[in-house]
């Protein structure tokens, strides 16, 4: 039976027997499958994870796995982190490769190198900047990072992550997400005149030479889909409904949200907010729906609110549902077995070796930092 057809005989199969079909199967292969899944997942996926966390967190665990099969419940840039991370008889694979994300689109190989062409107009950027791309990125761009002295970064360690490049070099390109690098500078006391954004649809990011020169912090113009949707007059309200309530946000978040804020933090560091907090303390949390509605389960002894009247919900990280993980194990399965007509590499994600080296290299200065 070839992909297709498996998957088509599973969404005609109840979903109860498809979850029982996943547990059968994970207690089957063992060791031989790590299953990594993030915190923005549907529930009925995310309940199957061996880890679960943030990217750098699931980062770290496929650097460090040994297991021959690592299926992703993420979307393809981590996926593709993965792959750089694990050995070449590991196999990644991507239960739904449409899961994609479109931050990471914001910003191509092609793009960042005309615009690396561009600073080298005015400046040179080989010894005065050092490129920084969030881990929310094609691997080409963290091969871009890592073959001009660069590094990648994670909404949780971004703080350390620009300090080191600093410490480096005067300044910094961070690409694809303006927010995440404007809040995190803002936050180490980065004054407004030491950063700007830069257009890639214009001549010189549509910048001045001198405005590129006197820069310390060159922005990308990205963001993320979801939490673009919060509002500061989202809190402002928050605030008058639920006096004493306290929120949290997002560093994708834009600066006017998490200025409103009474702390901003990666998703691990909001739920460690959550898990220390006194009982009884109330929250409205600005980041993806489906991790607030799982910390609403959590911790029942905080009352805990979306902070957006809108649903936020990562559309592309929805995709990927237990039929879908469930024939990603049926394949590996029936390949060790050596009946799956070469399914256990379906869905494998596989990162071009000319972007693997230097991508390793991007990623490994992250987490030695780590």
Known sequence: MNAQALLTQLYDTPEIDILEQIKQLKAELGDQVLILGHHYQREEVFVFADVSGDSLKLSQQ?????????????????????????????????????????????????????????????????????PVTYINSTAALKAFCGEHGGIVCTSGNARKVMQWSWN????????????????????????????????????????????????RLILWKGFCSVHQLFKPEHADTMRRNHPGIHILAHPECSRAVCETADFVGSTEMIIKRVLEAEKGQSFAIATELNLVNRLRIRFPDHPIW????????????????????????TAIRDGIRGNGDNLSIHNRISVPQSHKRWARLALERMLNLA
């Open 306 to 329: 979306f902070l957006s009247p809108m649903v936020c919900m990562c559309s592309t990280m929805f995709r990927t549902d237990p039929q879908q993980l469930c024939a990603a194990l």
């Open 168 to 215: 480096n070099r005067e300044k910094i390109l961070f690409f694809p997400d303006q927010h995440l690098g404007e809040n995190t500078a803002v936050a180490m006391g980065v004054p407004d005149e030491d950063m700007i954004v830069w257009d890639p649809a214009l001549p010189l990011g549509g910048q001045a030479p001198e405005a590129i020169e006197q820069a």
């Open 62 to 130: 496929a650097a460090e796995t040994s297991a021959p099969y690592i299926i992703f419940c993420g979307v393809h840039f981590m996926a593709e982190t993965a792959d750089i991370l694990t050995a070449d008889d590991q196999a990644v694979i991507l239960p739904d490769l449409a899961a994609g994300c479109s931050m990471a689109d914001m910003a191509d190989d092609e793009q960042v190198t005309r615009c690396w062409r561009e600073l080298s107009s005015v400046i040179s950027p080989d010894t005065t900047v050092t």
